[in-house]
């Protein structure tokens, strides 16, 4: 019989039934939640972040959501292991079993790998390159774009403290920004902090499409153009505040600016989660170590169980 893990961890591609499941097992294991989503640790990004309500949460505490304010620009994935780590002693000091859900594979490897996060810098070089910028920021995106495809995707345009900041790492050192911490298995080295089990959730990719296409209807039913025209009142957009690049609000912004229709936006947002659902499973499917489930083949109440054996050593 294996020795019980301290944490138990939930993967998977967005709409593939995470956060019945995680809430589930913290039934079944005595455990509370820490959420590991780039987009729900933000305050006011409810409904486009896909944030489980209340009643979706069945009385399970919920931590790292609703966090960060959503102008606050200053959070970074070594911010986010700081607070996931602190969550994840907290929750075991009290005897409860944390469980880290979330489809942010960055987030995810942060807490548990022995992730580098200082890059090489070189104030003179990053003085240029911002001069360079205010010149002419699109010059400036171009040049990253030719020299980190990766980062660049990633990125909006209008984002200047990243876009220099991506560019001066690769003019200092001759690589790119996003081949930092790139190779998986000389990440994992060295980092015992915690002992997990790593479950992930996956299914046929035609079934996780219709899953996708019917979550972004449903999104926009329960009020996602609304929310996002709340913000965008306020005089926050997507080339001002970091937190309105995420997919859903990016795409309704030209709604409200008139420069798309709302059906062309719903689309896009549909092509768009379909394109992020392909990039999670890609980097989830690196560790090894994670043992897959299709949620579509049983029942909640049998995938639960079966987790719940496996996490206690049983099977």
Request: net charge negative; charged share 25%.
């Amino acid at each position: 019989m294996n020795a019980r893990p301290d944490v138990l961890c939930i993967v998977g591609p967005t709409a593939c039934g995470k956060t019945a499941l995680s809430v589930a097992l913290a039934k079944k294991l005595g455990g509370e939640i820490v959420s590991a989503d780039a987009v729900a640790v933000y305050r006011g990004l409810d409904i486009g972040s896909a944030k489980p309500t209340e009643a979706e949460r069945q009385g399970i505490i919920h931590h790292l959501i609703d966090c960060v304010d959503i102008t606050d620009d200053s959070f970074t994935v070594s911010s986010f292991r700081t607070l996931a780590r602190d969550a994840i002693d907290s929750i075991s000091s009290r005897g409860n079993v944390p469980i880290v859900v979330g489809g942010s594979g960055l987030y995810m490897d942060a807490v548990f790998s022995d992730m580098r996060f200082s890059a090489p810098s070189d104030p003179e070089i990053r003085a240029a390159v911002e001069k360079e910028y205010d010149a002419c920021p699109e010059a400036v995106f171009a040049a990253l774009r030719a020299a980190d495809p990766v980062t660049a995707q990633r990125l909006h345009p209008n984002d200047k403290k990243r876009v220099v900041r991506a560019l001066e790492v690769f003019r200092v050192s001759g690589q790119p920004f996003s081949a930092l911490n790139r190779d998986f298995s000389s990440v994992q080295q060295g980092d015992d902090t915690y002992h997990s089990l790593r479950i992930g959730l996956n299914t046929d990719r035609r079934i996780l499409y219709e899953r996708i296409d019917r979550r972004v209807d449903r999104m926009m039913e329960d009020g996602l153009k609304e929310e996002a025209f709340a913000l965008f009142d306020r005089g926050l957009a997507p080339d001002n505040c970091r937190a309105l690049q995420s997919i859903g609000y990016a795409q309704l912004y030209g709604v409200y600016t008139g420069s798309a229709s709302l059906d062309s936006a719903v689309e896009q947002i549909k092509l768009d989660t379909r394109h992020f659902a392909k990039r999670q499973i890609t980097w989830f499917k690196r560790d090894q170590s994670t043992v897959w489930y299709d949620p579509t083949e049983q029942t909640l109440e049998a995938l639960s169980q079966r987790i719940t054996e496996k996490f206690n050593g049983n099977q």
